[in-house]
């Protein structure tokens, strides 16, 4: 089986290259930020297109078989497959997506729109995540296009629109599952290619991002007996909520297992309040922030556990810790109460890669082979619609390296050798 590495041989720099230049041109009209900024991912599609069509059997110059799937207008996803002999053997390379986060030049040194390079660095928005990882596996599309390398799986590369914002669902691989059109990559190992670092990531954290709302009584501070303070309403609450959630949520013994950084968390990230005088008690505060919640805990199950913290501490809000011989947060004379609502914004699962698969398996043997060893690890950050893939019952692993573009391509011609 040594042979698939030597026929495909090593990245072909200058047209890695050449492609990604292309492609990172297009950064500006990709950057996903709806309502304002909504990526035409068929710029990066086109480029793709331009390199792969000529071994396809869309102009009959070679097996590639290419399906330009879009919902919305201009904004395309692309499924390369290239057959192999054995019916039901596949393995695929999903996750590679051709939306980008924004990028202000004005905080860049160099152009973020266009692609530079600085010595051995490939510098523009996207390099990393994920246009860079569209580029390589592109020519190692177009490798298998060109030698016609015989293998007995079936190789897929699905190119994805929308990842980095899910505020319009039904563009991407959401899209692409419901429609069945993924069905077939359930029969071998897929690989989650938008990952950053050159070991596995075997464990991604699910995310709440939540906003608790304190209402009081707006008065003059030099008469604190006569107001509500949401300040302080807001700290005293926001402690105790955490106090709950960390007893109900306690770090898991999988954690270790899996090699998680932290454990779950809720915190705060951000607080706003009406702009007022410094001597005004304000009448309301926000207070906002997410959970990341590790994949051994329901991310349901911690939304209701927060929303109960806030029924709670409503229904007995005189017993919640005060500061100092004036503050309250009940005006009996006046009949007022303070209050706290929660509210939620799109949550996101976690996922715990299966350690007992094909897929990663061979992922480690591969990274070993060409890193020279492997240690795979788990972070709370979130990776969007992987947990729903692999729910769906797909084998999902997950690899990427970043900027290490020769890595990744040596270990995906690896893992070809000990799969197909």
């Given amino acids: ?27 500006r009209y990709v950057q996903n930020n709806p309502p304002e900024l909504i990526p035409e991912e068929d710029r990066v599609v086109t ?3 331009n390199s792969l069509l000529p071994y396809s059997t869309t102009t009959g110059g070679g097996p590639l078989i290419v399906n330009h799937v879009s919902y919305f207008p201009k904004r395309g996803n692309l499924i390369v497959e290239y057959p192999g002999t054995e019916q039901g053997k596949i393995l695929s390379f999903v996750g590679m997506h051709m939306d980008v986060v924004t990028a202000n ?4 040194e160099f152009d973020p729109f266009s692609l530079s390079i600085d010595g051995e660095k490939l510098r523009g928005r996207g390099t990393t995540d994920c246009l860079g990882h569209v580029a390589l596996v592109t020519e190692l599309m177009k490798k298998l296009g060109e030698t016609k390398l015989e293998l007995k799986s079936t190789v897929v590369a699905v190119f994805i629109a929308s990842e980095e914002n899910s505020s319009i669902t039904g563009v991407g691989v959401d899209a692409l599952v ?30 709440i991002p939540w906003k608790l709302h304190f209402t009081g009584k707006l008065f003059h501070s030099g008469l604190p007996h006569k107001a509500i303070n949401p300040l302080e309403l807001g700290m005293e609450a926001l402690k105790e909520i955490q106090s709950r959630f960390y007893r109900d949520f306690p770090p898991h013994e999988e954690e270790q297992v899996y090699g998680f950084a932290t454990p779950s968390t809720m915190k705060p990230t951000q607080w706003s309040y009406p702009e007022g005088g410094i001597n005004q ?21 911690a939304m209701k556990k927060l929303q109960e913290y806030v029924d709670e501490i409503n229904e007995n809000i005189e017993k919640l810790d005060t500061r100092g011989p004036v ?17 939620f914004n799109k949550a996101s699962s976690g996922v715990a890669c299966d350690l007992k698969s094909r897929g990663f398996e ?3 043997k591969a990274t ?11 972070i709370t950050g979130t990776l969007p619609l992987i947990r729903e893939l692999k729910d769906e019952g797909f084998d999902v692993q997950t690899a990427g390296y970043g900027m290490m573009q020769l890595l990744l391509f040596g270990i995906l011609l690896f893992i070809f050798n000990l799969i197909v």
């Fill in 1 to 27: 089986m040594a042979d698939i590495e030597q026929v495909l041989g090593d990245l072909n720099k200058d047209s890695f290259v050449s492609l990604l230049t292309n492609i990172i041109g297009e950064s």
């Fill in 47 to 49: 480029h793709v297109l």
């Fill in 105 to 108: 030049p004005s905080d860049w």
């Fill in 178 to 207: 419901k429609d069945g059109l993924l069905n077939k990559l359930k029969g071998g190992p897929l690989f989650w290619i938008d990952t950053a670092d050159k070991q596995p990531c075997i464990g991604t954290g699910g995310m």
């Fill in 281 to 301: 008690i304000p009448a309301e505060c926000t207070i906002s922030g997410d959970v990341r919640l590790t994949p051994f805990y329901s991310v349901i199950d």
């Fill in 327 to 343: 503050s309250k947060y009940v005006l009996p004379e006046e009949n007022l109460r303070g209050s706290l609502t929660v509210t």
């Fill in 362 to 364: 061979v992922l480690c």
């Fill in 368 to 378: 070993e082979k060409v890193v020279g060893h492997v240690k795979p690890y788990s």
